[in-house]
């Protein structure tokens, strides 16, 4: 027992001493696909989404288990908006935390390639769609109203995967794609689904 508590707490001592905190942000795009049935017919629509996320991300080396490996939790908050029509505009506010395998190489001093892969977590905190088609402006909770055709629900789970240098152990450059892998409406007899593709910067502390 003795040997066994003296190895985890070797492993633990390695994580904190290879333990890095980098704030990041960026632009993200989504994509969402539509896909129901209006009077038998099947109908699909796409949209896009446009917006920045910002957080921190917190690099746990593992150099102990695997040379170049690490476990890259994060949590950010992300804004995206889009039009409908001309006088009604969407808008989300969301928490997401992001749970990153990483595998790292020297490709030339003070330079890193990294590859990233691993699920995010996703909570919305605000999902709305704001009509102007009117004298007065009317905002609609698409948490809790049906518009459009259906309501939504505020959690999603993502897969992702990614690529991003690190430079001088100070600048980190990312380009990620998520998968969408929840039906986000809660209509019946219809799905929608959002991947997102993200580019951003990091500063490692």
Do not use: C
Request: aromatic residues 10%.
């Amino acid at each position: 027992m003795k040997k066994v508590l003296l190895i985890v707490a070797s492993l633990l001592l390695g994580m904190q001493a290879h333990a890095q905190l980098a704030a990041e942000g960026g632009y993200m795009h989504a994509f969402e696909n539509s896909k129901g049935s209006v009077l038998n017919m099947s109908v699909s629509n796409s949209r896009g989404w446009d917006g920045f996320y910002a957080g921190a991300r917190y690099t746990i080396g593992l150099d102990n288990v695997l040379d170049g490996f690490s476990v890259d939790p994060g949590a950010n908050v992300s804004f995206l908006w889009t039009r409908f029509a001309d006088n009604l505009k969407g808008r989300e506010i969301a928490i997401n935390v992001p749970i990153h395998a990483v595998y790292s190489l020297d490709i030339m001093s003070d330079v890193k390639v990294r590859f990233l892969a691993g699920p995010t977590l996703q909570l919305g905190l605000l999902n709305n769609i704001v009509d102007r088609s009117n004298n007065a402006t009317t905002t609609h909770n698409m948490y809790r109203e049906t518009l459009l055709g259906s309501a939504r629900t505020p959690f999603n789970l993502y897969l992702g995967l990614g690529a991003g240098l690190e430079v001088a152990q100070m600048i980190r450059v990312n380009l990620g794609f998520d998968f969408g892998l929840l039906n986000l409406t809660t209509a019946t007899n219809a799905s929608l689904h959002r991947n997102v593709l993200k580019i951003g910067v990091g500063y490692i502390f």
